[in-house]
């Protein structure tokens, strides 16, 4: 395994992070989740992800669960903060209140003292800035939360959020996780740039965009028994990204990681990793067998060559 600094801190996070989006606390079995998340702390993965609004807080009592055997300080873990957690007013959203009840409720579901990375899980337009900012900031002073972050923000919310800290003195966001990959590049043009420029890092979330970069769907065929399309449950998700134009460059880009023998799953991850400003790729596994082909890309040089074949086929 090899890993990058968060951001400008000195916190050190695995080029590959294992998320539990989807699958531990749902669809995959206790037994398998634990063994996974075993697999990749074996493999060198110190970066491990959840929140507590997957699967209202299963998923944290999972992955707590899992890491308690291992000395504290040898993982990173993030939680998150502002989906729906209950039928009350205040069950959602970044108030002080909602974050407050909310880290403390994950850190129980965890059993933990603290956590490495705290996310705000989505923007609140309901909620001023600065007692969202504020709240985190109490967190961070009572030892509960090391590091700030943010999930799926834009870069005029993110440049907002920086402006309040610095006004107020409060402690700044040094962590982004947004989607990126092959198939969806949005954060390329204003978030990247932003980030490099304020010291902020980003691990990013579904780089494989739910399994179609990883070669398991075909135009014009079934939808493969076992897969994660196979779930009603997730397959809303990805349904919308098998289209004609995004499995026409899976096929291309398939053709190019057959020249390198490699996995095109592998491929799409040393793809990312190609970024500076991008500390991990964040990945959703539901067996170990998948981690261990997924850590290989930490090893996989993409020279020039390669790097302006794939942009053609994807621009």
Not at 39 to 55: C, P, Q, R
Not at 96 to 105: D, F, G, P, S, Y
Request: hydrophobic fraction near 35%.
């Amino acid at each position: 395994m090899k890993y990058r600094r968060l951001g400008r801190t000195g916190l050190k996070v695995s080029e590959i992070s294992l998320g539990s989006w989807l699958t531990y606390g749902n669809t995959t079995e206790k037994e398998t989740a634990i063994a996974t998340i075993d697999k990749a702390y074996e493999l060198g993965i110190n970066s491990f992800d959840t929140a507590n609004v997957y699967n209202r807080g299963e998923a944290e009592k999972v992955v707590g669960e899992a890491l308690r055997k291992y000395p504290r300080e040898s993982y990173v873990l993030a939680t998150k903060v502002f989906g729906v957690m209950g039928e009350g007013v205040n069950d959602s959203g970044l108030s002080r209140k909602h974050i407050t009840e909310q880290l403390h409720a994950s850190l129980q579901r965890l059993g933990l003292d603290y956590v490495d990375l705290y996310y705000c899980h989505r923007y609140d337009k309901e909620t001023p800035i600065d007692e969202t900012l504020r709240a985190i900031d109490d967190l961070v002073r009572q030892g509960k939360v090391l590091y700030v972050g943010v999930s799926e923000w834009t870069a005029q919310q993110i440049q907002e959020a920086l402006h309040t800290s610095d006004k107020y003195l409060l402690d700044r966001i040094v962590v982004n996780q947004p989607v990126y990959n092959m198939l969806n590049r949005y954060i390329e043009s204003e978030i990247i740039p932003l980030s490099q420029a304020n010291g902020i890092g980003q691990i990013v979330f579904s780089p494989l965009a739910e399994g179609v970069l990883t070669g398991k769907y075909s135009r014009g065929g079934s939808i493969p028994e076992g897969t994660r399309a196979s779930d009603p449950k997730i397959n809303r998700f990805i349904q919308e990204k098998l289209t004609e134009e995004n499995l026409n460059k899976v096929e291309q880009l398939q053709k190019i990681a057959d020249e390198m023998d490699v996995k095109i799953s592998q491929l799409a991850l040393a793809w990312i990793l190609r970024q500076q400003n991008v500390s991990s790729a964040l990945i959703g596994a539901s067996k170990p067998s998948q981690v261990e082909e997924n850590v290989k890309a930490v090893d996989i040089e993409l020279s020039e060559d390669i790097l302006a074949k794939i942009e053609d086929i994807l621009t």
